[in-house]
């Protein structure tokens, strides 16, 4: 062992014997062995209102030994000088100023240039407990985990809670996964894809590397499936370690037509990784039947919508093709074996009219 980790510190009287050198290395000021480096990085775009509150509780996190990256991702309000200030405070701040590029972009900046053991990506407008490193190394270190997660709370634009049920927080009892459990879990939706609630290991960014699509909607839904199936072992933990500022007009800016597009498009990607991944039967067989569903679901909804062009309902319309070799003989669920023969036979329309009845 390299180090002696938070946990450790905190439970020093299970490790105490009279003169006992892990005591005396601790109390010593020529102790040098460190704490394990965990790089937080923060993607910055035209969050000058929320920015300082994120940046508070970052910089006084209780566990100390950060590196802070926060990537000026050409924001138009003060961000930038925002960003400097807090930097001339703290010597751990280091901030990259980027031309836009979107918040993937921005993220695999700072996963380039992280150099701690953890990697932690926070969203600018969001509030990280003050405690949230702190836990999540004590579990690392426990667990021997490589992936750390917790629940979180909803606020809104001024900080009040936010009532919203989000899959990721239905439980209150620690959890150590397996790889195989927890790529199941984020497949069925009882894991998120935001990866401002996970602790991880930087390697497994980098073997092999992976990193957010550039300029894509649902670029954390692209991704951390990847990261998860390349861990070993991922601990769930019943604290609430951070707080989500859902923003409605973001919300509203986000809906969509390339929401449906960005859909289709994870899951054509996940059905490749997934093809190309060892996995459990059961595992393999349900995530592919929930990729085909998502794919039949945006099919119909670029039906629906009046601003999808013909190209744009071919293209998934051909996903839908590719995919459904991989999904025969599976048990479909009912509305998605009807909407798939229904497409065989090109008679999507009836179904769209005894839609838009039964939607009145």
């Known amino acids: ?60 996190q209780t566990y100390s ?49 992280a150099r701690g053991e953890f990697v932690l990506c926070i969203d600018p407008d969001d509030i990280p407990e003050t405690t949230y490193v702190e836990t999540a190394m004590n579990a690392a270190w426990e667990y021997g985990c490589d992936i750390v997660t917790g629940r979180f709370r909803w606020i809104d634009e001024n900080g009040n809670p936010y009532q919203y049920d989000s899959p990721h927080n239905r439980y209150d009892s620690l959890f150590v996964l397996t790889r195989d459990e927890a790529v199941d879990q984020i497949f069925h939706n009882r894991m998120e894809s935001f990866p401002w609630i996970y602790l991880i290991k930087r390697e497994l960014w980098n073997s092999p590397k992976t990193r957010f699509p550039r300029g894509r909607v649902f670029e954390d839904a692209a991704t951390m499936y990847k990261i998860i199936a390349n861990s070993t072992k991922v601990v769930k933990l019943p604290n609430t370690l951070y707080s989500y500022r859902y923003r409605r007009s973001l919300a509203t800016n986000s809906s969509g037509k390339r929401l449906t597009l960005a859909a289709a498009e994870n ?92 939607r009145g």
Not at 83 to 95: G, H, P, S
Request: charged share 20%.
């Open 1 to 60: 062992m390299n180090y002696l980790s938070p946990f450790m510190i905190k439970h020093v009287d299970f490790f105490y014997q009279p003169q006992s050198a892990v005591l005396g290395c601790l109390m010593s000021k020529q102790c040098n062995v460190p704490f394990p480096l965990v790089s937080i990085v923060i993607p910055i775009y035209g969050v000058e209102r929320f920015l300082p509150a994120c940046l508070d509780n970052v910089c006084n």
């Open 65 to 113: 030994h950060l590196e802070i990256i926060l990537i000026d991702d050409g924001s138009p309000d003060r961000c930038g000088e925002i960003c400097d200030e807090y930097a001339r405070k703290d010597a751990r701040i280091v901030v990259h100023h980027v031309a836009n590029g979107g918040v993937g972009a921005a993220r695999n900046i700072g996963l380039d240039a």
């Open 267 to 358: 899951s054509m990607e996940r059905l490749v990784f997934i093809n190309g991944t060892e996995l459990p039967d059961a595992v393999r067989r349900d995530a592919i039947i929930n990729g085909f569903n998502m794919l039949i679901a945006c099919y119909y909804d670029l039906l629906r919508r009046n601003d999808a062009n013909d190209a744009e309902i071919n293209h998934v319309k051909s996903y839908v093709r590719q995919y459904a070799p991989s999904v025969r003989d599976m048990p479909l669920p009912k509305c998605t074996s009807v909407r798939w023969m229904l497409m065989r036979f090109h008679m999507e329309k009836p179904l769209l009219l005894i839609d838009a009845i039964r």
